[in-house]
């Protein structure tokens, strides 16, 4: 059995408390975005979740999408919904109201897709790519463009993807085959395949506006010959009624691990007509501007599926009877104590909730900064607040998806033989959540990100957009006695992330084979680092508040940062010794002895 209660106290509790909501409703775009617009949308975004989107989860997963000659159908249940989301403005959500859009900040919107994630991860596939593809065009497409486009998938009528893969084409996009051949009236013949594209046909929308990497015939090799195109599969006719095929099929279908009821299509583009957004060759560009923000969202679906595994799992120690406790029988009327007695159950159950409740912290103050890099009317404070976005994106991606896996595979664990069942619903989160550690550019990719371009950028511009406040915050709270237990621990790892970055710099420069070598730890040290900081600001809230609180919330607030600080953070040690070892070792054996 599934189950889904969104989290909503701690949502307000790191919105209103951790983070300065205020300050957004002191922008002029937001200005109406107040407290008492706000809990009634997350309320109604949990209530959406738990009672449309939850049920179909399982039922979606058992029945995954079908593919008759190039349509594709998905499970029972989905297109009503999908109407039920449009209707309810949810595909509206934070886009900009000039075409019709609710203009709603990024913070909420994140609180908002977490809760789609947690009850059905392959429906919020759809309206999330269909958002990253209104984002790409909202960006860099022509006006023209965007007037065609732009309302029908705000309206969610229309739906959007992403096609850059292909058979040749992964990691490396400089590979891409599609070929674009300009016509004289100013629009391009598409012609290639591309694999693996999610949303690539399904009966939702009326049409699938597709955004695909091509490169034109006397355009440079590599990266700097692609350029973006928005392929519709259907055209309009006389009447403006968009009816008419583009040669846009889908050829199969995936079967996959998870995530089934999300249709991942191999596409053809056969000849079929498309039009250049943004400059030709600077197609990467586009691109980024779309997987930047998708990263981030990638981030939030791994932790919805942290939380919805949380809450299944304890839900489950509560009830399971097995043994006793041992420190004497909790409850000598039963034939056993609940297993939440265990200490190793209770070591899985709070692992999943200090890093659940850590990156949501986190998740929300990258969120918070992206507003203001979008809508702050002071540049200073935009350009700095889009640095810390920069810096923060491949950790966000990479570590909440990483730590995602980790939580639904320990929620799984909680469960023990019944997890692995089917039935439980716990294995699918895991099945679900193992994709978003590869899509969006696979997390060794982001590691790769984090120390080639965001380390060295400006001699370390974006590194002190965090440093400064960590230590800032170090220097203001140290000799606090009532925060000692949780700021000591944080300057400890806090000066070992700044160790290893030095380390890094110097290494990066000689030798980058070095660096990359160690990555992939360096961004886990500096998540794990990030999440404490956000541990020692909560707990610092909770402390304040303790003794007022009748509810309990501020006391398990500070026994989780305890358990973070106690028995979580000092994997930075272990991570910082092996980032200072090097990686020499990784390029020591020849291929043929593997
Ligand atoms: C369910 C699903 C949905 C998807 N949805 C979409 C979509 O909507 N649109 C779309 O275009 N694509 C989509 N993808 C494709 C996805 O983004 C790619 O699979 C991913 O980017 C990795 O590419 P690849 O599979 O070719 O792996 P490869 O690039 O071949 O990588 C294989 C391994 O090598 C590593 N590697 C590769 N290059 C390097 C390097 N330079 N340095 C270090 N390590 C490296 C990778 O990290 C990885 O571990 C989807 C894939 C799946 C499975």
Known sequence: MQIYSAPIRDMQFVLYELHDAAGLTALDSFSEVSRDLVDPVLAAAAKFSSQILQPLNLSGDQQGCKLTASAVSTPDGFKQAYQQFCQGGWTAFCCDPEYGGMGMPKSIHSMVEEMFCSANLSFGMYPGLSFGAYHALHSFASQQIKDKYLAKLVDGSFSGTMCLTEPQCGTDLGLCRTQAIPCEDGSYLITG??????????????????????????????????????????????????????????????????????????????????????????????????????????????????????QAATAYAKERLQGRSLAGAKYPEQAADPIIVHPDVRRMLLTMRAYTQGCRAYGAWVSQEYDYSNHHPDKKRRQAADEFVQLSTPIVKSLFTDLGFECTNLGMQVLGGHGYIH?????????????????EGTNGIQALDLIGRKLPYQA???????????????????????????????????????????????????????????????????????????????????VAKVNDDTTGFYA????????????????????????????EVLMALDEEQF
């Open 556 to 583: 398990a607030k500070l026994t989780t940062g305890r358990f973070y600080m106690q028995k979580i953070l000092p994997q930075s040690s272990a991570l910082f010794a092996s980032i200072m070892v090097g990686g």
């Open 423 to 439: 039935e439980s619903g716990l294995e699918q989160y895991v099945r679900d959540c193992r994709i978003t550690q590869i899509y």
């Open 460 to 542: 370390g511009r974006y590194l002190r957009r965090f440093f400064h406040p960590v230590q800032e915050y170090i220097e203001a709270n140290i000799e606090d006695p009532e925060q000692a237990e949780f700021v000591q621990p944080l300057a400890k790892a806090f000066s070992r992330l700044q160790q290893a970055t030095g380390r890094l710099a110097q290494v990066g420069l000689s030798d980058p084979e070095q660096a990359a070598a160690v990555a992939s730890e360096y961004l886990r040290l500096f998540g794990l680092v990030a999440l404490a900081f956000m541990w020692c600001r909560m707990t610092k809230i909770a």
């Open 193 to 310: 395949n591309k694999i693996f594209i999610s949303a690539g046909e399904h009966d939702l929308s009326e049409n699938i506006i597709h955004l695909v990497l091509a490169r034109t015939p006397e355009s440079p090799a590599g990266i700097k010959g692609i350029s973006l195109f928005v392929v519709p599969k259907l055209l309009d006719d006389e009447q403006g009624q968009a009816s008419l095929a583009n040669n846009v099929l889908c050829t199969s279908i995936e079967q996959k691990m998870g995530i089934k009821a999300s249709a991942t299509c191999s596409m053809s583009f056969e000849q079929s007509r498309g039009w250049l957004v943004g400059e030709l060759n600077k197609g990467m560009q586009g691109m980024f501007a779309m997987m930047n923000r998708a990263r981030l969202a990638v981030g939030v679906q791994g932790l919805g599926l942290s939380e919805v595994a949380y």
